[in-house]
C-alpha cells in the first residue's frame, strides 16, 4: 500500500499518484467530485477538509479505527487543529466559500473511543493526519505557531494521539500536515511526516 502526503485540491498531481492501492492522510481537498476507484483508492480528512461533504465520498474511511487495505492492517485517526483557523471562513462571507469547518478535530466522546479501540487492537502500524504532541515540539516550527500567536503545539488531537503511544509503541507512524519530509526514531517509535503529495510505501 501506498501512502500519500496532504494534497491540498492538487487533484490532478494526486491522481497520478494513484496506482495499485493507495492511501491519503488529510487535507485531501474540499470537493470530492472526480475521485478514482474507491476500491483500490482511499482517504481520510484532515484539518483542511469539507466535513460538509466528506462523508459522502465512497473513498472517506471515516474517522477512527483499525482498517485494512490492501492486505495491510493499520489504526488511523482523522483530523488536527488549523493554526489559521482565524483567516478562514466558517460560513459563507462575501462570496467567499466556507473554509474551515467546527468538526475538524474529533468530539471528546470520539476520542475515548478512539483510544480504547487503540489500545485493544495494539496496531504495529499507525497513520494519523497529526502526530503525538512530543513529536510535533520536533518536527514542527515554533516560529510558525508564534506568527499566529500560539504559544506551542498541543490541541485536542495531538494530546489524543500522544496518549495513544504511551498505552502502546507501534513499530512505524506515518503522518502529514506539517509539509516536511522528515523520519525519526523517537523512544522505539519510527516517525515518518510526509510533505505535500510525497509517498511511501509500507
Known sequence: MKIIGDVHGKIAAYKKLCEGYTLQL????????????????KFFGGN???????????NNIG???WRTHDETPFFFVRGAYSIDSCYRRQGWMNGEKQSWWVNEELSLEEMYKALAEYEQCKPTLVITHTCPSSVSEVVGSSRVMESYGLAGFN?????????????????LWVFGHFHKSWRRSIRGVEYVCLDELETIKV
Not at 26 to 41: K, Q, R
Not at 48 to 58: E, F, K, R, V
Open 63 to 65: 474517522d477512527f479505527g
Open 48 to 58: 483542511h477538509d469539507n466535513y460538509a461533504l466528506i462523508n459522502g465520498c465512497p
Open 155 to 171: 490541541s485536542k488531537t495531538n494530546e489524543l494521539l500522544q496518549m495513544m503511544v504511551e498505552v502502546h509503541k507501534p513499530a
Open 26 to 41: 488529510g487535507d485531501l481537498s474540499f470537493s470530492y467530485e472526480d475521485m478514482p476507484d474507491p476500491t483500490f483508492h
